[in-house]
């Protein structure tokens, strides 16, 4: 063997190496998280880190749960640090900490034909608990409303119900769905269908609904971690903070 097969021999064994040696990270919890910044940044993260990064698209409350029980060492949430503590009757001590990757907007969504444009928080609220029950009361088509949302756990969910609807129960026979995706698509089937969802899934599926204007609703994505974060883990948070990651963000 020559001396340039060897050097070559050497230079395919250090990549074959590098690559066996390469982190994976499994990240669990909030489906906005995972479809906003984690998956459309997955490339990138694996090329400026090393790491590879897997989202499980649990919801914000089954990622913290996991980390809690530590089967994962960091969990993807579109809610604060705060409503997860709050849920779990833990004391905010600094045992959990998080990184903010992005603020996310929530928006109401009907069926592009309701010729409603405009609601009130009270008016949502109202929707949504069931006290208006008909497009008509509020400016509408005579046409039976029908209330679309994400499952119980889901961070969506909790911060629309906290913001808009003072964490009142949504209506009897309200459809629950179990991700956003389902919910976009659930409004755009019922002419008298509304949801709420991040307003990225709107631009992700165009056509499928209408968005309603309303007073802003808004929520941080973030990653929490429980104390300091692990090295891989802060790698990947670092990364995800720069400028550089948020191009690739939907």
Not at 201 to 206: G, L, S
């Amino acid at each position: 063997m020559n001396k340039y097969s060897l050097a070559s021999c050497v230079i395919s064994i250090a990549m074959l190496a590098s690559t066996a040696m390469a982190a994976n990270l499994t990240i669990p919890g909030s489906t906005t998280v995972q479809k906003r910044i984690i998956e459309p940044a997955a490339a990138a993260i694996e090329s400026a880190t090393g790491i590879k990064v897997k989202a499980q698209g649990t919801s914000s409350g089954k990622g913290f749960k996991s980390l809690m029980k530590g089967s994962a060492n960091v969990s993807m949430s579109s809610s604060p640090l705060s409503s997860l503590l709050n849920k779990n009757k833990l004391a905010d001590d600094g045992t959990y900490q998080e990184h903010v990757l992005a603020r996310d907007v929530i928006v109401p969504i009907v069926h592009p034909s309701n010729p409603v444009s405009e609601l009130s928080f009270q008016q949502l609220a109202d929707i949504n608990t069931g006290k208006i029950r008909n497009w008509k009361e509020v400016g509408g088509a005579d046409q039976r409303i029908i209330v679309v949302t994400s499952k119980k756990g889901s961070a969506t969910r909790s911060v629309f119900q906290k913001q808009v609807m003072k964490k009142a129960s949504y209506v009897k026979g309200v459809r629950e769905v179990q991700s956003t995706r389902q919910e976009v698509d659930m409004v755009s089937k019922f002419k008298g269908g509304i949801g709420a969802v991040s307003e990225a899934f709107v631009a992700m599926n165009p056509g499928k609904s209408k968005v309603i204007k309303t007073k802003e609703i808004s929520r941080p994505l973030i990653l929490v971690t429980e104390g300091a974060p692990q090295p891989d883990v802060k790698k990947v948070i670092d990364f995800l903070q720069s400028d550089k990651a948020k191009k690739h963000f939907k």
